[in-house]
């Protein structure tokens, strides 16, 4: 089953026992910037420097990706282009979820609904088929931990994890400062067009800019 770079970290992301989201605020971002590659890689928007271009707005085909086009083409309000993390910050709260709805409908996960204390409603969504998430997972150890040539779907699923520091989640029980190094090399490699990687590497600052801005208002304001 093909599913889109967003789920596959979506997936990464999951406990498989509670099915909830670890680390929710940088999958956020992750799962946006994904959203966004995509939407690179499908001619649909160009990335330039701190900025975006909705080239494009027919359908791809792909319902997460095409609700996207619809949600960027209101947020232009006719504009040419606008900055990269405003898109990622206006869509990192709510791309989780869409991601979500994707898995679900593809039945990849199954939603399962209860009450914290009986009171609070409480969502979470185990795995119904772990062969998905599993062969997500093995092109990412092929790549990252047996040195082989990923394709440039691989390399940028790397190149978002890496952007949002979700080396754990992706590469659970692995030491952390070799899997940083080799996830550094290929989102600098050379797997894709300068257009495609100028793209990924203007969407990591703009989420490493965003991290420490969120985290200097969280300590000022604490």
Same mark, same amino acid.
């Given at each position: 089953?093909?599913?889109?770079?967003?789920?596959?970290?979506?997936?990464?992301?999951?406990?498989?026992?509670?099915?909830?989201?670890?680390?929710?605020?940088?999958?956020?971002?992750? #799962?946006? /910037?994904?959203?966004?590659? %995509?939407?690179?890689? =499908?001619?649909? !928007?160009?990335?330039?420097?701190? *900025?975006? +271009?909705?080239?494009?707005?027919?359908?791809?085909?792909?319902?997460?990706?095409?609700?996207?086009?619809?949600?960027?083409?209101?947020?232009?309000?006719?504009?040419?282009?606008?900055?990269?993390?405003?898109?990622?910050?206006?869509?990192?709260?709510?791309?989780?979820?869409?991601?979500?709805?994707?898995?679900? #409908?593809? /039945?990849?996960?199954?939603? %399962?609904?209860?009450? =914290?204390?009986? !009171?609070?409603?409480?969502?979470? *969504?185990? +795995?119904?088929?772990?062969?998905?998430?599993?062969?997500?997972?093995?092109?990412?150890?092929?790549?990252?931990?047996?040195?082989?040539?990923?394709?440039?779907?691989?390399?940028?699923?790397?190149?978002?994890?890496?952007?949002?520091?979700?080396?754990?989640?992706?590469?659970?029980?692995?030491?952390?400062?070799?899997?940083?190094?080799?996830?550094?090399?290929?989102?600098?490699?050379?797997?894709?067009?300068?257009?495609?990687?100028?793209?990924?590497?203007?969407?990591?600052?703009?989420?490493?800019?965003?991290?420490?801005?969120?985290?200097?208002?969280?300590?000022?304001?604490?």
């Amino acid at each position: 089953m093909t599913i889109t770079l967003a789920e596959e970290i979506t997936l990464l992301s999951l406990d498989d026992e509670s099915g909830s989201v670890k680390q929710r605020q940088s999958v956020g971002w992750a #799962v946006a /910037g994904a959203i966004l590659l %995509e939407l690179v890689l =499908a001619e649909r !928007v160009l990335v330039s420097g701190k *900025y975006l +271009e909705l080239v494009d707005t027919s359908p791809t085909g792909e319902a997460l990706l095409d609700g996207r086009i619809g949600l960027m083409e209101t947020w232009m309000r006719g504009r040419s282009k606008r900055r990269v993390t405003d898109w990622l910050t206006k869509d990192q709260a709510r791309a989780i979820g869409a991601a979500v709805e994707r898995l679900t #409908v593809r /039945g990849v996960v199954v939603e %399962e609904r209860r009450k =914290a204390l009986g !009171v609070f409603p409480v969502r979470r *969504y185990p +795995e119904a088929d772990g062969s998905v998430e599993r062969a997500v997972r093995e092109r990412l150890v092929s790549a990252v931990l047996k040195g082989a040539e990923p394709d440039g779907r691989t390399a940028g699923l790397i190149a978002v994890i890496h952007a949002a520091a979700l080396h754990g989640p992706a590469f659970p029980g692995h030491p952390r400062k070799e899997i940083v190094a080799r996830t550094a090399e290929i989102a600098d490699g050379q797997w894709a067009a300068e257009s495609i990687r100028g793209a990924i590497r203007d969407m990591r600052l703009a989420m490493a800019a965003i991290t420490v801005a969120t985290a200097a208002g969280a300590a000022a304001s604490g």
